[in-house]
C-alpha cells in the first residue's frame, strides 16, 4: 500500500509520530472502506510521505473509495480533492445546557 519500512516487531510507542500515522492509514486503507475519513493526515508526514499517501488516496478513489479529506493546508486541497467544502469558525449563536433547551429551539435559530 505504502511500501513502508518498518519493523513489524517493533512497539508502537518506538515508532515516530510520522510512522504512527502511516500505520493508521495503512490499517485504516485495509479494511477496503467505501468511505475514508481523513483528518489532518498529513500534519506529520514528510513531503515524499505526502505524495505516496496521494498516490494511495488516488488508488482508493480509483477502487470506488470515497475520501473525505480534511486539512488546513490549501494547497493540499487543491491539489488533492475534487470538490470542496470550506467551513469558517462562526460567533457562536446558541450557549445553553442540554436540560436547559429543546431540539425544536435550536433548530430555529
Do not use: W
Amino acid at each position: 500500500m505504502l511500501n513502508l519500512d518498518i519493523d513489524c516487531n517493533s512497539k508502537v510507542e518506538q515508532l515516530t509520530a510520522e510512522e504512527k500515522q502511516l500505520v493508521e492509514i495503512v490499517k485504516a486503507c485495509s479494511k477496503n472502506p467505501k468511505i475514508l475519513l481523513m483528518d489532518e493526515p498529513t500534519t506529520a508526514l514528510r513531503q515524499g510521505d505526502v505524495e505516496r499517501l496521494f498516490d494511495l488516496m488516488k488508488t482508493l478513489k480509483s477502487r470506488g473509495c470515497s475520501v473525505v479529506f480534511i486539512s488546513h493546508r490549501l494547497k493540499e486541497v487543491m491539489e488533492i480533492c475534487d470538490r470542496i467544502s470550506i467551513i469558517v469558525m462562526v460567533p457562536m449563536s446558541v450557549r445553553e445546557t442540554v436540560q436547559n433547551t429543546h431540539q425544536t429551539a435550536l433548530l430555529k435559530k
